[in-house]
């Protein structure tokens, strides 16, 4: 069985960073992308960031670019997230997820999430 464990959230200011990590266990990933969403109070779910597993392609939502980091290290299973220049709009539970195949941002096509990890930002 699958298992996807996050970590790293927190409360930092504005402008701060944090880097979360999902820790992966239960199979061996090979031709799957991983990626990372989050969903705020009263929102719906949103991705990202993404990330294949063989070859390190990434994608990221336009909100992020520029201030957040994927990546991934095979040899520990683990997926990380470097979120740099933080905002108050940042503020959200984080999930990572992992689905075979390639990178959607569609996050009913992914097969596998993760419990959480809250991200607050402070004004």
């Known amino acids: 069985q699958v298992q996807l464990v996050e970590s790293g959230g927190g409360l930092v200011q504005a402008g701060g960073s944090l880097r979360l990590s999902c820790t992966a266990s239960g199979r061996t990933f090979s031709d799957d992308a991983m990626g990372w969403f989050r969903q705020a109070p009263g929102k719906a779910r949103e991705f990202v960031a993404a990330?294949?597993?063989?070859?390190?392609?990434?994608y990221y939502a336009d909100s992020v670019k520029g201030r957040f980091t994927i990546s991934r290290v095979n040899a520990k299973n683990t997926l990380y997230l470097q979120m740099n220049s933080l905002k108050p709009e940042d503020t959200a539970v984080y999930y990572c997820?992992?689905?075979?195949?390639?990178?959607?941002?569609?996050?009913?096509?992914?097969?596998?999430w993760g419990q959480g990890t809250q991200v607050t930002v402070s004004s």
């Open positions: 997820a992992a689905r075979t195949g390639i990178i959607v941002v569609d996050s009913t096509r992914y097969d596998y």
């Open positions: 990330i294949t597993w063989i070859g390190g392609r990434t």
